[in-house]
């Protein structure tokens, strides 16, 4: 019985990183601005995947675009900046971004 709970447990964890950067994602406000499935403010997760998609330097950009802001790519309103993120969350959370395509 002992074996079946820690297997359990651990395909949870192992299960959890994109909840993770979901969870990152609400806790530094992005989605009050965008949303998986749905342009809000900004764009869909999913359209931001697609545009990207096979393009080598997404990663890169999209880092910094959340860093240091932008705009002018899906509209009028721009991104603010978000220096506060800490680098290491940014990746996660483009990485996430990037997988929803």
Do not use: R
Request: charged fraction near 20%.
């Amino acid at each position: 019985m002992k074996i079946l709970i820690v297997t359990a447990l651990a395909g949870a964890f192992l299960a959890t990183p994109a909840l993770a950067d979901e969870a990152m994602a609400k806790k530094y406000n992005c989605l009050a601005c965008h949303a998986v499935d749905h342009k809000v403010l900004g764009p869909a997760y999913k359209d931001v995947a697609k545009k990207y998609k096979g393009d080598a330097g997404a990663e890169a950009m999209l880092i910094q675009k959340i860093k240091k802001g932008g705009g002018g790519v899906w509209g009028p309103i721009p991104m603010p900046p978000h220096p506060q993120v800490p680098d290491a969350d940014i990746k996660s959370l483009v990485e996430w971004i990037l997988k929803q395509g």
